[in-house]
């Protein structure tokens, strides 16, 4: 009765008997504690009848493609993004259905996804950690509806993302190479990245409602944190807007009206990184930059802070140290003292000490 440890299996399994039948299963779980919250929840499932196949089959597909049209679409400037997503979820769960997804099948969901190369590198942790996200919503959000019973994705530990204060940003020299070897409509792009420090979603999301003429200044009502933000219009801003036409809605279109980043721009952009030889470089990173050169050149952290969208300015204080670094070059510019002349330095100590 309840948890045992079965020969050959690294997993806990659960055993009760609900109407006279022996319900014998794995939990997937490894972990004691979160292998007994599972089987008090199943066990629990069964007294109340509400064993999973009492419930309408759901494909997971179903599932997520039901999140993305009844919830993410509406709510979620990511909308784009969490497409893409969804379809890197439905290559690796194929056909299954919703409640047959497991604890034990994400985590070969993760160690697949952390072995998938992206052009000289792996698949990041905090991308696997944005589609689990993705995914635990799915489920939490089937449950409220009444389309799922349970989240696998809550029994699932995430990678750790301690390593995320990377600053890489770009160079003088990198900055220029890049936006040479942009199409013409990437590097509108990409300026507007590098001059605004706007996040991908909210650039491909702009509309000209958006930008406020009179007080030269680009106006995000829809932000990830949920606050309206104001930033200044840089005069190369400026010179990519008043060179796009304003017939339509939003100011970054293909010919297909589609915004999402995971098509022919993303191709663009890796290929002109390829190009200018610039190795480990995201287009998060053109936010990176945008920080990086602000803080360089002398402005303080809760500006750019501001600028940024950050809540705090916790996630700003990354930038700190370049702060200090090109004090420090600021120092040596000062000029240096002239030094005693030959025998100078005896006669000077031999005056100091009397």
Same mark, same amino acid.
């Given at each position: ?23 014998? &299963? ?8 979160? $292998?007994? !919250? +599972? ?12 064993? =999973? ?7 997971? #597909?179903?599932?997520? @493609? ?9 709510? =979620? ?22 409640? @047959? ?5 994400? !985590? ?6 952390? =072995?998938?190369?992206? %052009? ?10 944005? @589609? ?8 939490? #959000? ?16 995430? +990678? ?36 605004? %420090?706007?996040?991908?979603? !909210? ?11 009179? $007080?030269?200044?680009?106006?995000? =009502? ?16 400026? @010179? ?12 970054? +279109? ?16 890796? $290929? ?73 330095? &005896?006669?000077? $100590? ?5």
């Amino acid at each position: 009765m309840g948890l045992n440890k079965m020969e050959g299996s690294p997993f806990w399994w659960y055993s009760f008997k609900s109407n006279g039948k022996r319900i014998r &299963k794995s939990t997937g779980l490894v972990d004691r504690r979160q $292998a007994m !919250e +599972f089987y008090l929840l199943k066990r629990g499932e069964y007294i109340m009848g509400k064993e =999973k196949n009492q419930l309408p089959a759901l494909t997971l #597909k179903k599932l997520l @493609e039901t999140y993305l049209k009844d919830y993410s679409k509406t709510n =979620k400037l990511s909308y784009y993004e969490d497409c893409s997503m969804v379809k890197t979820l439905n290559n690796f769960f194929g056909d299954k259905g919703a409640s @047959e997804i497991t604890p034990q099948i994400i !985590e070969q969901y993760k160690a697949r996804r952390r =072995k998938t190369p992206v %052009g000289d590198h792996f698949v990041s942790g905090a991308r696997v950690n944005r @589609e689990l996200a993705l995914l635990k919503q799915a489920y939490n #959000k089937g449950i409220d509806w009444g389309l799922v019973l349970d989240n696998p994705v809550k029994r699932v530990k995430f +990678f750790s993302e301690k390593d995320r204060s990377r600053t890489r940003y770009l160079t003088q020299e990198e900055k220029e190479k890049l936006l040479n070897l942009c199409t013409p409509l990437l590097r509108r792009i990409v300026l507007v990245a590098l001059k605004t %420090g706007m996040r991908q979603a !909210e650039i491909l999301n702009l509309k000209w409602a958006n930008i406020d003429s009179n $007080a030269n200044q680009i106006v995000l =009502k829809k932000t990830k944190s949920g606050k309206i933000r104001y930033i200044p219009m840089h005069p190369d801003v400026l @010179e990519v807007l008043n060179g796009l036409p304003q017939k339509r809605e939003y100011v970054f +279109f293909d010919d297909n009206e589609a915004r999402t980043w995971h098509g022919k721009r993303r191709v663009d952009f890796d $290929a002109a990184l390829d190009q200018a030889g610039i190795r480990d470089f995201r287009f998060h990173d053109l936010r990176h930059t945008f920080a990086s050169e602000l803080v360089m050149k002398g402005a303080d952290i809760k500006t750019v802070s501001e600028l940024l969208g950050h809540s705090t300015t916790r996630m700003t204080e990354r930038y700190s140290h370049l702060s200090a670094s090109h004090k420090g070059l600021a120092i040596n510019l000062l000029a240096s003292e002239p030094k005693p002349a030959a025998g100078g330095a &005896k006669l000077l $100590a031999e005056v100091e000490n009397r």
